[in-house]
């Protein structure tokens, strides 16, 4: 409930900044999706399965991926300025690559 009071201020604020909805809704979306049974989200399932409080899993997971998506954007932002979007996107897609073979072949 929280998190759709938040995100109802957050559109009343956003809507006279003239914002691009083609961008938000793609970035949405994609970040949705992206989300959708990643390693994230089980390890909030896993918290949740393990206390009553439920509320409080809540705002510490939807604060630790507001952080990590503002860390993400800032970070972005700085590396758009020193790279073209076509080497961001090799960057980015060879980074992940590397990160589920890592996963996938660490030991523990």
């Known amino acids: 409930m929280l998190s759709v009071l938040a995100a109802l201020c957050g ?6 900044l003239g914002m691009d909805w083609k961008i938000f809704a793609s970035t949405f979306i994609t970040i949705f999706l992206a989300e959708m049974g990643d390693k994230t989200q089980f390890a909030a399932l896993a918290a949740s399965s ?19 998506g503002i860390l993400g954007v800032i970070f972005g932002k700085f590396l758009g300025t020193l ?3 076509q080497i961001m996107k ?8 590397l990160v589920g073979i890592w996963v ?3 030991k523990g």
Do not use: E, N, R
Request: charged share 5%; no cysteine; aromatic share 10%.
């Open 50 to 68: 393990q206390t009553k409080s439920t509320m409080t899993v809540i705002i510490a997971v939807v604060l630790a991926l507001g952080l990590a």
């Open 83 to 85: 790279l073209s979007p």
């Open 90 to 97: 090799y960057v980015s897609g060879t980074l992940f690559i």
């Open 104 to 106: 996938l072949t660490a």
């Open 11 to 16: 559109f009343v604020y956003l809507k006279g």
